[in-house]
């Protein structure tokens, strides 16, 4: 149990374009929903917070024009990337934690993002 | 704020060595405490927790006890396998849910 999958695992598009990244909760209802941006050989930043049915809260620093996200249901949320820039080449993970399983957070495998 | 401390790896053992993996954190309130695992190209996987002082957490062969004391949390394992060469992640949760990451241990096991 407990499975997040992620949508597409990677993708590349061009400078200018958008990109838009799913995120599932496949056997739970994930009440909320959390967004990460990994460097290379770096760790973990918490870029978002979303709960179902409400604006989503961002972390300091990150633009949320830029990074829309979603948080439609309880058991999807999407980021979507406007505008991608060559900066904006991550690895995009996303976890989720839902009420039986709100003390954990359970991760997708990521989704790697190339802009050229 | 909250934060996690780890060792900068890379670290590389011989199979059947003994592995350290050394994170301290800061918080306020009492945190629970977890160490994550990534393998080359995938996600993150919880490997052990612990949500209170003094308790171990255990998985895989891999140990870590929550040291209030010492504000620490460190992984050991007594004989790795080459399967265990991944990324090693110790994270804290702190308050509204929100997980606070070290900055990874890359461990490599050579046969």
């Known amino acids: 149990g407990a499975v997040v999958s992620q949508h597409p695992s990677w993708v590349i598009c061009k400078s200018g374009t958008s990109v838009k990244i799913e995120c599932r909760s496949l056997?739970?209802?994930?009440?909320?929903m959390f967004w990460y941006r990994q460097f290379p050989k770096q760790s973990l930043m918490l870029m978002a917070t979303?709960?179902?049915?409400?604006?989503?809260?961002?972390e300091q620093g990150v633009e949320k024009d830029k990074f829309l996200i979603n948080h439609a249901s309880l058991t999807l949320s999407t980021l979507t990337v406007t505008s991608a820039h060559p900066e904006d080449s991550s690895f995009y993970i996303c976890?989720?934690?839902?009420?039986?399983?709100?003390?954990?957070?359970?991760f997708g495998p990521g989704t790697r993002l190339t802009v050229t | 704020g909250d934060s996690v401390t780890q060792m900068e790896g890379p670290v590389t053992l011989s199979e059947e060595a003994f592995l350290t993996i050394n994170c301290t954190y800061t918080?306020?309130?009492?945190?629970?405490l977890f160490w994550y695992v990534q393998y080359p190209g995938e996600g993150l996987q919880l490997l052990l927790k612990?949500?209170?002082?003094?308790d171990k957490g255990s998985n895989k062969g891999f140990e870590a006890t929550y040291r209030k004391e010492t504000t620490s949390f460190h992984l050991e394992k007594g004989s790795v396998q080459v399967s265990d060469s991944a990324v090693y992640f110790c994270?804290?949760?702190?308050?509204?849910?929100?997980?606070?990451f070290g900055s990874g241990t890359k461990l490599n096991v050579k046969p």
């Open positions: 979303s709960n179902e049915g409400s604006k989503a809260t961002y």
């Open positions: 976890s989720a934690s839902g009420p039986n399983y709100s003390y954990e957070q359970y």
């Open positions: 612990a949500t209170k002082a003094d």
């Open positions: 056997d739970f209802q994930a009440t909320t």
């Open positions: 994270a804290l949760r702190g308050n509204f849910n929100k997980f606070y």
């Open positions: 918080a306020t309130g009492y945190p629970s």
